[in-house]
């Protein structure tokens, strides 16, 4: 097991300076100094800044030595500084991490738990009418952009009948406390929530159909039902278990999806979290905290992948021994 | 010679019966011809210019008129619809075709030659299958600028290593087998072989992947415009949205049709991809 583990950890190596390498081949290729990039390109940053980045980003020194400045500088968790807000890029990013965790953990757990229930009944008779409303439907919502999918639902929901806020995280000026404060993020939660939902739940509802039917096939299903289990204790118990396992990998292997998702959904609704940050730094032009986010992003995605290797270990020994 | 052609024309025949079995992919195939058909005559299915405003008639609803009413300069938004498929689809396809391509040739040279130039093109696949591509498009054209082929140039090379992958698996079994050997030993080069010999017969999956891929450019188009990156120079379905955002409490018509057809496109391609995926692989299907 250890052996696995480390072995796992050290394939990450080469990804993370393989992030820190396309920062540095973005910063060089881009158009103009790249002092003039990391200053930002509206607000003009002073000349003794510029000076200032010139020297740590060490642009006198050959290439190489600056790509060695730069990865230690990454590496110790030093992401930049973001002349737009003044404030250093780590900071600005992390103080929006709650917010969109908040989002894309509700998300997954809307889908996972509404695509076990759809899945498993749906594989329950394939080929029934449910499962083929099920599947076309997932089909549907796997194709559905999400930004769009959010504007339709805040024009129905919001601006027609009025029955969620608008946008935001909560109401402004209603200074709420305590459980009122609770009711009200979760009502600007749940539309966000849904949007991001919808092709996560169409992909587990999917997936969790063709490896329940795959487990229903195996001799220990055959086995269970003759030794007189109930229906109910053979699908959850002994098939939902083992269909479960491919799911595992994917929802490790999704988080750069739903990221993704989340950047614009959270435009759709103006939800403060790290897409929020995104929309405005492209719209101030802010190339640090682009750049930041992609990182930050990338190597919380590589780590995810990693988590999800060593879960898949635990849960499977095959996977260990191989 | 005419042997040949009728054994080709009965494969596709083959193919095709298999395919039509896959009713939603057949609709999804149907959807594609037709707008490509509109997106080629644009010019005479409306009379309306999508780009010269009218404030006479500014944010109408649908009506008879205006199928899908008009937007804030009191353009129809049906013909900027239509027109808009032209660019909407051309990023596809164009980005699709960058990306197959890339990534066809770099899965060759990995899996024809091996060694290091293998070591190092898989390297970098592995890091583009896991950071989150969307993100790495969005800060290029961010630094770079969001002209309409830096759009399609950025989404192409950023998303060939999905295809590279599969064309390598395939020519790595493809490889070893007789009629490769026998090119080999009649003194083919190593060009002749991978572009005659193993990438024809290495077609299937890609074929599958270009439909995907379609689908996803497409999308990856549109959150760009969503996000106020595309070019604002042409007109995209993804363009369409993002203005219409401004006036979606006063007329949800401009936003809800432009996002309705990118829904559809991403649809069908989504459809043809899974109907191809039936038809080339019967063995699959048959499990």
Sequence with gaps: MREFLLKRTVQIIPLILGIICIDFLIIHLAPGDPTQMLGGELTGAPPEYQEKLRKDLGLDKPLWVQLFIYIKTILSGNLGYSFVYRSSVFDLIMKQVPNTLMLILTSMLFSIILGIFLGVNAARKPYSLFDNVTTSVSLLGYSIPNFWLGVVLLLVFSLRFGIFPVQGMYTVGGDLTGLDHVIDVARHLFLPMIVLGTSQLAMYTRLIRTSMLEVLDQDYILTAKSKGCSESQVLFDHALKNALLPTVTVIGLNLGFVLTGSILTETVFAWPGIGRLMYDAIFMRDYPLLLGIFTLISICVVLATLLTDITYGFLDPRIRYR | ?287
């Design chain 2, 1 to 287: 010679m005419t042997y040949k052609k009728d054994t080709q024309t009965e494969r596709l025949l083959d193919f095709w019966r298999r395919y039509k079995k896959n009713r939603p992919a057949v609709g999804g195939l149907f959807v594609i011809v037709c707008l490509i058909l509109v997106a080629a005559l644009a010019n005479h299915l409306t009379s309306y210019d999508p780009w010269e405003s009218n404030f006479g008639e500014k944010l109408q609803p649908p009506s008879a008129r205006h199928l899908m009413g008009t937007d804030n300069f009191g353009r129809d938004v049906l013909s900027r619809v239509i027109y808009g498929s032209r660019i909407t689809l051309l990023v596809g396809f164009a980005a699709a075709a960058i990306t197959i391509s890339v990534g066809i040739v770099m899965g060759a040279l990995a899996g024809y030659f091996g060694g290091i130039i293998e070591n190092i093109i898989m390297r970098i696949t592995e890091l583009f299958m896991v950071i989150p591509t969307f993100f790495l498009i969005l800060l290029i054209v961010a630094v770079f600028g969001g002209s309409i082929w830096n759009v399609i140039i950025i989404i192409g090379v950023t998303t060939w290593p999905g295809t590279a992958r599969v064309v390598r698996a395939s020519f790595l079994s493809l490889k070893e087998k007789e009629f490769v050997e026998a090119a080999k030993l009649a003194g083919v080069g190593n060009y002749r072989i991978i572009f005659r010999h193993i990438i024809p017969n290495a077609m299937g999956p890609v074929i599958v992947l270009t439909s995907l891929r379609v689908a996803s450019s497409i999308l990856a188009e549109a959150g760009l415009s969503f996000l106020g990156l595309g070019d604002l120079n042409h007109v995209t379905w993804g363009q369409l949205l993002y203005k219409a955002q401004l006036y979606m409490r006063i007329s949800w018509w401009s936003a809800i049709f432009p996002g309705l057809m990118i829904f559809l496109a991403v649809l069908s391609f989504n459809l043809v991809g899974d109907g191809l995926t039936d038809a080339l692989n019967p063995r699959l299907k048959e499990r």
